[in-house]
Every structure is written in structure tokens, then in C-alpha cells.
């Protein structure tokens, strides 16, 4: 594959919102997880999350728009005008035909379907919102960016469990190289701190229960680990051939330059406990990006947190890299914020180009005593790494690998 330019960068999360807030937090490996003070959760068998307040104060949207949509699209607009602020994009300049849009989330908007429901068995049909229908749905945030900044070019929405948002990446990548497109807005949105969506999370059965100490819950790859813990937000980046951001006088943020996915297809729920299928996708990911083992400085882990999910990851990645695993520094960000699930990929390989961009790997928190040996794993603190080229991998429920090569 082509490199393709990363210029822009838009991120909303518990950790910060704009990547100058996000950064200083994930540097310092404060943890903002807390207990879900929102709406009474303490029924819930797990009741944190991080969580974003007051969303409003860093938004420029109308509160008639606001009206008609759920906060995942709200999350995905300021995302994708942070990422157009900082890419120097005007869109009103851009030829509408010619920009598209590559997002990817896992349950779609429910605080909006919720309350909908609720009073279409209080009120009848007449207390439903017309703009029902189109606020809840996984592809209304797409749409939202589209009518907002009038985009027209081809895109499309990823659902994907929590791989969606890097799969929507590598796919947006894969088409800038087809040449059917200027530029790309690609990432990820969720908001699942809401009744019924935490609901649903806590049937997902991957959630830690670690209720009392809030901001040691995510233990990634530790032997106490119990479970991953929920975060909102969105990540959204601005893609663009290294061609045309030259020709903008653009320094690009960092290159995507491979991408590979694949599926266990061995359980509806479970990924494959050897770790063979997520193996291929990073060999094949390398290939993609006509890399070789020995140039990776940096992986940014998926760390579901869950025994299965961890032990398989951590095997994949010693079956491909062999010796160098007690190397290569490695580490997984959100357990500092909560897994944003469907959004989760993009931070994650945002998190890595500030990693890259800063010579800094940025921690795992609560990892106190891995349960498997042989890995170089960033604990305790941020710990400084010259990052030319990094792995980021995201995975998600049936066994969906997904794979990004990342350059600086």
C-alpha cells in the first residue's frame, strides 16, 4: 500500500478533549475512570466508565441540531472540526464530490433511542421524535458530518464490534490509494453511558465488576484482571495522499502505510484462544506496509483485560516477533480512559502518533503482575522510546482482527 498522509487530528475522550489536553493526561498515566454519576447505575454489576462532562463547552452546535441527534454524532462533530482545524482545511474550498467519510462505532446511539421509547409508552406515538429513526442508528453520525459540512464523496460506516473504528481506517486508507478520493475524515465514535447501553455492556459479559476502586478496575494483561471497563468518546483523523499534502505545504502528522484484518471464525462471541488468525493479520499488516519485524518500535495493544482475549493477543505477538517481544515496548493507553469500544482503534492509533511525535510510550495502568512473562511492557510510567514505526491492533467479539501499521 501507498502511504497515506495523517494531518489532521480530532479526539474527545475522558482523558481530554483536543490533542493538546489529551496528551498532557496520558502522559502524566492519570486514570479517568470513576463511578457513573449520570443516572443511578448502582444496580448495574458494573457501574463505571469514563465519562465526558459538560460535551457543550467545547461545541459550536446548535441546540436545534442538537435536538435531532444522539451524543455519538455530537462526539463526531466536534471531533471531525478539531481534526479540520488542525489539518488547515477549509471544506467550503474542498469539492464536495471528492471527500468522504470512514467511521466505525459498535452499539449506535441509544441515549436518544432510550428516551424515544420511554415516551412512546408514556405519551403513545405522538410523544416519539420524528428524528427518532435517524439519531439512533450506527451510520447517523456519518451522516450528521456529511449534512454538516455538505460532503458528498463516497464513504461508509464500519460496525465491527471494538475493531470498527480501525477497520474504517484501513479502509479508508485502502481507497485514498484507488485515487476515487481527496481526502478522508476516518475514525470512530460510541456513547455507551446510558442506561440501556450499559445494560448492554453488562451482558456482553467482559466487564470488570471492580466497583469499589474505580480507577484500578482496567487491569490489561494483569493476573487480577477481571474485565475491560466502558468509556465514551471519539477519534477522527484527516487522511489525504502524501501527494496532496505536499502540494497543501502540509508536514504530516504521521503515515499510515499497511493494514490487514481477519477472523477466527470459530465462535460468535469468542476469539480463537492460540491466536493463529490475529498472527496472520500482523504478518500480513507488515507486508502491506513492506515492513519487517525488527523496524517496529512500538505496539499499542487491544488489552480487553479478559483471559482469553490477553492470552491470545500476547501469543500472536510472540509468534510473530520472537525474542524481540522482551524489546519492544508495548502498551495499552485506554485503560487509563475505558475501552471506547466501536471508537477504541482510532485513539488508539492517535494515542500512538502522539507517542510517536513526543518519543514517548505512554503507560498500561494497573498492570502489577502480568500474567505472561517475556514482554516489555510499559507500567508505572511513560517511559521515552524514539517511535518510527508502530503496530496498533484492534479486535473485537467473533474474533475480528484488525491490524494498522503506523509511521512517523
Known sequence: MDKIAITGIGIVSPSGINKRQFWANIKSGRSFVKEITRFDASKYPSHIAGQIDELNKYSNISERLLKKIDAFSHMALIASELALQDAGIDIKNEDPNLVGIFLGNAIGGWLYAETELRDLYIEGREGVSPYMASAWFPAAPQGQVSIYYGIKGFSKTVVADRAGSLMALGYGAKVLNKNKLNMILAGGMEAPVSPYALLCCNT?????????????AYKPFDKKRDGFVIGEGAGIVVMESVQRASKRGV???????????SCDGIDRINCASDGVELARAIKLALADAKTNIDEIDYISLDGAAINLWDDSELQAIKSIFGARTKDIPMSCPKSMFGNLLGASGAVDMITTILAMEHSLVPVTLNLDEPSMKGFNYITKEAKEYKIDKALVISRGRGGINSVLVVEK
Open 251 to 261: 508536514k504530516p502528522l504521521a503515515y499510515i502505510s499497511g493494514y490487514s484484518t
Open 204 to 216: 456482553y459479559g467482559a466487564l470488570s465488576k471492580n466497583n469499589s476502586q474505580p480507577q484500578e
